[in-house]
């Protein structure tokens, strides 16, 4: 500004002025455009999340105690083979926790669809399971009785288990793969919407 006259300095110094303010003024139209996506980002996923909610089938009338969780203090691959209908492989590198649940269904009740961040080997203690695929279009029950057990592959696997018995259902789960640091049951259990391939 040394070669300007005083008019001269005074018009680059009120332009200067002028586009500082008009700066200004941009800043705080991108701020309230900006908190204004967040506050509309914020609602989309509220809605989302009560939509999704509105539509999972949680469980009805059962009752779980958790008896112990651990993790294994060696690092620990799991693989179970299981043979019958084909056969099924599944591997779990690394596990991390491992939870044990007692779970008790009363006659009617059932654990609404569902899956497992990983593989779970359930013990039927008393009472009769009817277990149901939610990849089966059939929609075809397996029966599990007492003394019987088996492993379901958890990994995004969606079932249901329900007691279409007059007696209490007791079963024990033991859960591979548990989300570490995570509270129960969402650390074992993922609540999912029916697939559809069942009537109920």
Known sequence: MKNLNSNN?????SRSVGFSRALRGAKKIAAVVTRRQLALAAIVAAVSTVAVAAVLTPPSMVSGVILARASFSDPTDIKFKIKGQGQEVINLNNAGDTVMQKIVIAPGGHTGWHSHPGPVVVLIASGEMSFY??????????????????VDSGQGHVHIARN?????LELYATYFDVTPG????AAFRIDVPSPGNCSF
């Open 9 to 13: 300095r005074l018009r680059v110094l």
């Open 133 to 150: 695929d939610g990849e089966d279009p059939t929609c075809t029950v397996r029966i599990y009785s007492a003394g019987q057990a088996f």
């Open 164 to 168: 279409e018995g007059s007696v209490p």
């Open 182 to 185: 995570v509270p129960a049951p």
